[in-house]
């Protein structure tokens, strides 16, 4: 029953269901580890799946659907920026309304312009010669589409630019102590702004990986919570964006299982299977975010002079 | 940047001229002149001197572009100056050190220094190259800092160098110092002067902020004094007095000793046996603790900020467990007893951070007054209404016996100034009339006037016969006020003696931590 279980099409669905978790969570750590709390992200990943999911529907372009839930994506990012770093609203509360906004907007337009469940032709996987043809690991590795693998290379990319270059050097500065950033002519409000629009961007990207590359249809709440898993994902990964593709990981490789113990008739009550990923993530959350290297002015709007 | 290191610094006259600075409800700097002169190569040290919101801090927070000023003018080198943010400022070689260390803790020494410098790597960061131009200037200024280590990890007197070599890296050719001595021990003081020294005979100018008379006589060239937002007056050091420049501060004749009757220990009235306590962090942060004070004596703990007498204060007024040892009051064991047992037992605290273990921001002057015993009469009756004559009468007595400057019994006590703040909360435990009191850092942020008044309260207390525990931070109050006097480092009493054999050296290099 393990063979069963444990197939190389487990490891494969393991490494595309990461996908929108990557994306939204390595956003996501842009935006903490410069001190904003996005919680909104799973509705700006609903609008970002719908627009992409819209575009492809009515031109049947894939990279028209992409840059429509980048664009979308980024939109939504500025107006988060707008609300926390220049309103400096509270930012837990600002996100429930950002995803309220995004869970009903997306509706209400889906709705309005499609209607009813249609599928569309989404990115296509890629053909890799010799590659895709290795057994077991062409199976696993290199037979996916556009998009896993753009976010398997976003993260070292994203580690890069936090950890190598100067506006890498900004965020850190800005989320830890923003009064020292400011004192030594940072403009913390323009940082903020640059890293939320990004993870704004890149919650759109999730959304589109969702319905144009992984699933190829869209429906009200489709992404149901996938987004504040990606929030909890960077408290797990402790604000890196190594750790945040570990515990992407995790969770794409629980929800193959759970997909693939169905999938083969074992006798679990599906309710069980459905909460286990979020379970698993109030556990690990619990052991994984005591001793980490948080964001101290993670929250926290900064105002000079105060 | 320049490729090497400015030899030839580029401010040879700075004139700030009528300056002006309103915030809701004050006018913080009133038409204040200000300069700063280079002459023959030689640059200045000029100290800018003043009570707690006199305006100095104000003022040059406007130079250094994070105020914008309301009006006035900047000239440097004759040609007017715009700032709009601390960048214009850097941009023409102005630099600041603040008095809460603009440091990222996180970051290493040499990510501090790159933050918000241009790379000459355009968008990546070039280390190596601020690790070598730190190691040049920290050879020429004797300024020992190590680049790869982590801001948290060093002491405040290291961090302290890493914010004059971060200025001195990024050309600062005038350097503001927003009180720099208060977190050194004597003796850094003075390795800390010699390179303020050397900058200067470089050509630096340097603004020294300070509260602190004997340190601007013994530093600067030229002093100002400001008042209220207002400048008196503008002195050669030469011709200065401490006692000219304290009145000139207070805008009134002062004291500034007291007259102290010899001390006539009783009792001992607070023992602490073997105490241990965690800090913040759950490291140790009291270490074998042992100590008493007797009826009718000042004990003064001396220290450098963080060795221990934050967690000290906090252990003995209850508000912190003690994980070993014993604490004894009156006679009785209050070790981990809660704060409402000490009162019983006749303890009165008067904390460090007034604001937060203190008072109650939002409440008003007479709540806050009553906040210990408002379940009791004259206050409360049975225990459970609240007598509103009774209160009243209470705390307008207390404004008069304590000259509490407020509005009225209902004024929030947030818009009160620090001094009388603290003789409201002095006003509350010593009317409590306790035979035991721990005072820590009684008169931080306290101007003059108040400050006077609280040491002479204190000063009588002791000779009521109260035993008094004073932790402080200000050197000259644990002289001024303590029968005998004691050293914490690291959590630890190095050190105990009478305050006639106190010899200051020796002192300073036990607050360092020489045995």
Not at chain 1, 218 to 246: C, D, E, H, K, M
Not at chain 2, 408 to 427: D, F, H, R, V
Request: aromatic fraction near 6%; charge should be neutral; proline fraction near 4%.
């Amino acid at each position: 029953m393990i063979e069963e279980i444990f197939t190389a099409s487990v490891f494969a669905s393991t490494l595309r269901l990461a996908t929108p978790y990557i994306f939204a969570a390595v956003g996501e750590t842009f935006s903490q580890k410069s001190g904003v709390l996005n919680l909104g992200l799973e509705g700006v990943m609903l609008m970002g799946a719908f627009a992409a999911f819209y575009a492809v529907h009515a031109t049947g372009s894939v990279i028209i659907g992409l840059l429509a839930a980048l664009i979308v994506g980024a939109l939504m990012g500025l107006a988060t920026a707008f609300v926390s770093v220049t309103l400096q609203a509270e930012q837990g509360i600002s996100g429930i309304g950002i995803y309220l906004f995004g869970l009903g907007m997306s509706e209400l337009l889906f709705v309005r312009l499609i209607g009813t469940p249609v599928s569309v032709e989404g990115f296509s996987r890629i053909y890799i010669p010799v590659l895709s043809d290795i057994p077991v690991i062409g199976e696993i590795f290199f037979n996916h589409n556009l998009l896993v693998y753009a976010a398997f290379l976003l993260v070292p990319a994203a580690a890069f630019v936090l950890n190598r270059t100067t506006f890498g050097l900004m965020i850190r500065a800005v989320g830890q102590n923003p009064e020292a950033a400011d004192a030594m002519g940072v403009n913390v409000a323009r940082v903020r702004y640059m890293t939320v629009t990004i993870a704004g961007t890149l919650a759109g990207l999730a959304g589109a990986s969702l319905s144009i590359a992984l699933l190829n249809v869209f429906q009200q709440n489709l992404t149901s919570g996938l987004g504040f898993i990606a929030v909890a994902l960077v408290y797990f990964g402790r604000w890196t964006p190594l750790g945040v593709l570990l515990g992407s990981l995790l969770f794409s490789f629980v929800n193959a299982l759970q997909l693939q113990i169905g999938s083969i008739g074992i006798e679990i009550p599906s309710e069980f299977a459905v909460m286990a990923p979020y379970v698993i993530t109030i556990i690990a959350l619990v052991f994984a975010s005591k001793r980490a290297e948080k964001p101290t002015a993670l929250t926290k709007p900064f105002r000079r002079g105060d | 940047m320049p490729d090497t290191l400015p030899t030839q610094p580029r401010i040879s006259q700075l004139h700030m001229r009528g300056m002006m600075k309103r915030f809701p409800g004050v006018l913080a700097v009133n038409n204040v002149d200000f300069s700063v002169e280079a002459s023959n190569g030689r640059g200045e040290i000029h100290a800018l001197l003043g009570e707690n919101g006199a305006g100095k801090s104000t003022l040059m927070k406007i130079l250094y572009g994070l105020y914008r000023a309301d009006g006035g003018t900047i000239h440097v080198d004759n040609t007017p100056l715009t700032l709009r943010s601390p960048q214009d400022a850097i941009g023409r070689g102005i630099g600041m050190i603040h008095q809460h260390f603009m440091l990222v803790p996180s970051l290493t020494v040499a990510e501090n220094i790159a933050l918000g410098m241009k790379s000459t790597r355009g968008a990546l960061l070039d280390l190596d190259r601020v690790r070598a131009r730190v190691a040049e200037l920290s050879e020429r200024y004797h300024l020992k800092v190590d680049p790869d280590v982590p801001i948290w990890q060093l002491a405040v007197g290291e961090q302290q160098r890493v914010e004059i070599v971060r200025a001195l890296y990024k050309g600062a050719a005038l350097l503001i110092l927003d009180e720099p001595t208060a977190v050194l021990t004597p003796g850094e003081v003075d390795d800390f002067f010699r390179v303020l020294r050397q900058m200067r005979d470089d050509g630096h100018l340097l603004v020294f902020i300070s509260h602190k008379l004997h340190e601007v006589l013994a530093i600067s060239d030229r002093i100002t004094v400001l008042r209220d937002g207002q400048r008196v007056d503008t002195i050669p050091t030469s011709t200065a007095s401490k006692l000219m420049l304290a009145q000139m501060m207070v805008g009134r004749p002062v004291v500034l000793e007291y007259d102290r009757k010899p001390c006539a220990p009783g009792d001992v009235k607070l023992m602490l046996d073997n105490v241990n306590a965690l800090n913040d962090r759950g490291a140790a942060g009291l270490r074998d603790v042992t100590l008493f004070v007797r009826a009718g004596e000042i004990v003064g703990v001396a220290g450098v900020s963080g060795n221990g007498q934050h967690e000290l204060a906090q252990t003995i007024a209850g508000l912190r467990p003690c994980t070993s040892g014993r604490i004894r009051a009156n006679g009785q064991n209050i070790t981990n007893k809660s704060p409402r047992v000490l009162h019983r037992c006749g303890m009165a605290y008067i904390p460090e951070e007034r604001m937060i273990d203190g008072v109650i921001k939002d409440f008003s002057v007479a709540e806050n007054f009553i906040l210990h015993d408002h379940a009791r009469p004259p206050y409360a009756r049975g225990g459970l209404f609240m007598r509103f004559r009774g209160i009243r009468t209470a705390s307008q007595q207390a404004i008069r016996d304590y000259e509490i400057k407020t509005p009225g019994t209902e004024t929030p006590i947030k818009s009160l100034s620090g001094g009388n703040i603290q003789k409201l909360i002095l006003a509350r435990e010593l009317g409590r009339k306790p035979q035991v009191l721990i005072a820590a850092q009684p008169t931080r942020g306290v101007d003059i006037g108040a400050t006077e008044y609280i040491h002479q309260r204190l000063l009588e207390e002791r000779s009521k016969g109260t035993a008094i525990l004073l932790i402080s931070e200000d050197l000259d109050e644990i002289l001024a006020l303590s029968d005998r006097v004691i050293v914490m480092y690291e959590g630890r009493i190095i050190g105990e003696m009478p305050r006639e054999d106190v010899d200051i050296r020796q002192l300073g290099a036990l607050m360092a931590g020489a045995q």
